[in-house]
């Protein structure tokens, strides 16, 4: 009985530990982005582009338009989001996402 007296505090603060850093993504760094047009395909206008290690993917911002910046063609900007396959797009082949955070890199 004592021994669970004395060890169940530490366990307790261990648990605490993993919960706040285990398998979390740090949001307060965002992910380097590019605005693209594709104008040229159908019903799609500025999109983020993401290179990723192993793969390219087209975002389209559902909430550009509520921070103060105006896309253009190669803008750079430093980005963070959340994936939102619920959301209606116009361009077919993007993903829906919700910025959450964007600056001009």
Request: aromatic content about 6%; glycine content about 6%.
């Amino acid at each position: 009985m004592n021994r669970i007296k004395i060890l169940f505090p530490g366990l307790l603060i261990v648990s605490l530990i993993c919960l706040n850093s285990c398998d979390k993504n740090d949001e307060s760094q965002g992910a380097d982005m590019t605005f693209q047009i594709f104008e040229g395909l159908e019903s799609c206008g500025f999109l983020l582009g993401l290179e990723l290690q192993d793969e390219w993917r087209l975002l389209e911002p559902i909430n550009v338009k509520d921070f103060d910046i105006d896309p253009a063609n190669g803008l750079e900007v430093i980005v963070t989001f959340e994936d939102r396959p619920d959301a209606a797009i116009t361009c077919e082949g993007a993903e829906p996402v919700e910025l959450l955070t964007i600056e001009v890199k």
